[in-house]
């Protein structure tokens, strides 16, 4: 979906997406789609230099663009099909949103701070993808107007798993998100079969709190 984004960058992100192969993700449309992505839209111009670091970076408001390998790893965890419908909690700058259209039929998109959804809209309508919605809200209550849906991402961690996001995974669905305190926390994927939930720890992480009615209260 991405056009014109030039050769600037393109061999830094080859590399970068070589490295997380290297690391362990191993499906072909997570790589693909990173290979595409042009991270450094996403972060600020005087970082650009920096997008194609396996790190995270500061994208303003206390908040950041996750570490690169995090994201593949989420993704390839959330198994994300054509025609899935996703839902995503921190929009953030937007780069796990485009990572995610890449990939999905539609992705919906929340975020709480006013500042970065506005910011992140106008980048991801400006690199042509047309399968996004936004919503500025408290992401911890989900979007029951669009549920069910296949796969849930969280770009934040909580205590636990929100409620209302549980409700709104179809069955065969999965989520992926970060669980525990400020400090020490896993990432998770929980999947929705129809005799109840199933989850798997995957690794020791640390992500920024989700701030919300269900999951930190600030």
Same mark, same amino acid.
Not at 37 to 49: G, K, T, Y
Not at 68 to 92: C, N, Q, Y
């Given at each position: 979906?991405?056009? +014109?984004?030039?050769? /600037? !960058? #393109?061999?830094?992100?080859?590399?970068?997406?070589?490295?997380?192969?290297?690391?362990?993700?191993?499906?072909?449309?997570?790589?693909?789609? =990173?290979?595409?992505?042009?991270?450094?839209?996403?972060?600020?111009?005087?970082?650009?230099?920096?997008?194609?670091? &396996?790190?995270?970076?500061?994208? +303003? /408001?206390?908040? @950041?663009?996750?570490? *690169?390998?995090?994201?593949?790893? =989420?993704?390839?965890?959330?198994?994300?099909? *054509?025609?899935?419908?996703?839902?995503?909690?921190?929009?953030?700058?937007?780069?796990?949103?485009?990572?995610?259209?890449?990939?999905?039929?539609?992705?919906? @998109?929340?975020?709480?701070?006013? @500042?970065?959804?506005?910011?992140?809209?106008?980048?991801?309508? %400006?690199?042509?993808? @047309?399968?996004?919605?936004?919503?500025?809200?408290?992401?911890? !209550?989900? $979007?029951?107007?669009?549920? *069910?849906?296949?796969?849930? =991402?969280?770009?934040?961690?909580?205590?636990?798993?929100?409620?209302?996001?549980? %409700?709104?995974? &179809?069955?065969?669905?999965?989520?992926?998100?970060?669980?525990?305190?400020? &400090?020490?926390?896993?990432?998770?994927?929980?999947?929705?079969?129809?005799?109840?939930?199933?989850?798997?720890?995957?690794? *020791?992480?640390? !992500?920024?709190?989700?701030?919300? /009615?269900?999951? $930190? #209260?600030?």
């Amino acid at each position: 979906m991405v056009e +014109g984004d030039g050769v /600037r !960058f #393109s061999q830094a992100r080859h590399e970068l997406v070589e490295r997380v192969r290297r690391q362990g993700v191993r499906d072909p449309r997570v790589l693909a789609a =990173m290979e595409r992505v042009p991270r450094h839209r996403f972060v600020p111009d005087a970082l650009a230099v920096q997008a194609y670091r &396996d790190t995270s970076l500061p994208i +303003g /408001r206390d908040q @950041t663009i996750s570490q *690169p390998s995090i994201v593949a790893l =989420m993704t390839e965890a959330a198994a994300v099909t *054509p025609a899935d419908r996703v839902l995503e909690l921190g929009t953030g700058s937007g780069y796990q949103t485009a990572i995610l259209a890449e990939l999905a039929a539609k992705v919906f @998109t929340i975020e709480r701070i006013h @500042t970065l959804a506005t910011a992140a809209h106008q980048r991801l309508d %400006a690199l042509g993808y @047309t399968n996004i919605v936004f919503r500025i809200a408290d992401g911890t !209550f989900g $979007w029951a107007e669009h549920a *069910p849906y296949q796969a849930i =991402m969280v770009a934040a961690a909580a205590p636990e798993v929100p409620a209302p996001l549980v %409700a709104q995974l &179809d069955v065969g669905g999965r989520l992926v998100m970060p669980v525990g305190s400020g &400090d020490v926390q896993e990432l998770l994927l929980v999947r929705r079969t129809r005799e109840g939930l199933e989850r798997r720890r995957l690794l *020791p992480c640390r !992500f920024v709190k989700l701030i919300g /009615r269900h999951g $930190w #209260s600030g």
